[in-house]
Nanobody
Framework: QELLKESGGGYVQVGGSLRLTCTAS????????MAWFRQAPGQDRQFVST????????RYADSVKGRFTISRDNANNSLYLQMNNLRPEDSAIYYC?????????????????WGQGTQVTVSS
């Protein structure tokens, strides 16, 4: 069982930045593909970004391209999401997820482990 814990959420004004961190508890983090998803009130959870286990394949949702950057530090069992130029529509609970076969995907039902989420609120 992999435990994932997100941190770094908070309240920020339009145009501001936040850096989210997801820390994994197990020893297999380096073998997993990882992703960020988000869910706003009343909406389905949506894909934000994904990175495969080698950091060689990275994808973003169109809505965050050019503003968000995903990265990982396998030595420290950590996944990051640098979010710049934030907009009110970025407000959501952000979740990290792990896919044990190492192949990145934008489909949430392909992920095996999930964190509990961290709230991001962007105020105009």
């Amino acid at each position: 069982q992999e435990l994932l814990k997100e941190s770094g959420g908070g309240y920020v004004q339009v145009g501001g930045s936040l850096r989210l961190t997801c820390t994994a508890s197990g020893r297999a983090f380096a073998d997993y593909a990882m992703a960020w998803f988000r869910q706003a009130p009343g909406q389905d959870r949506q894909f934000v970004s994904t990175i495969n286990k080698y950091s060689g394949r990275i994808r973003y949702a169109d809505s965050v391209k050019g503003r968000f950057t995903i990265s990982r530090d396998n030595a420290n069992n950590s996944l990051y999401l640098q979010m710049n130029n934030l907009r009110p529509e970025d407000s959501a609970i952000y979740y990290c997820a792990a896919k044990t076969n190492g192949l990145s995907s934008s489909k949430e039902d392909e992920y095996d482990y999930w964190g509990q989420g961290t709230q991001v609120t962007v105020s105009s």
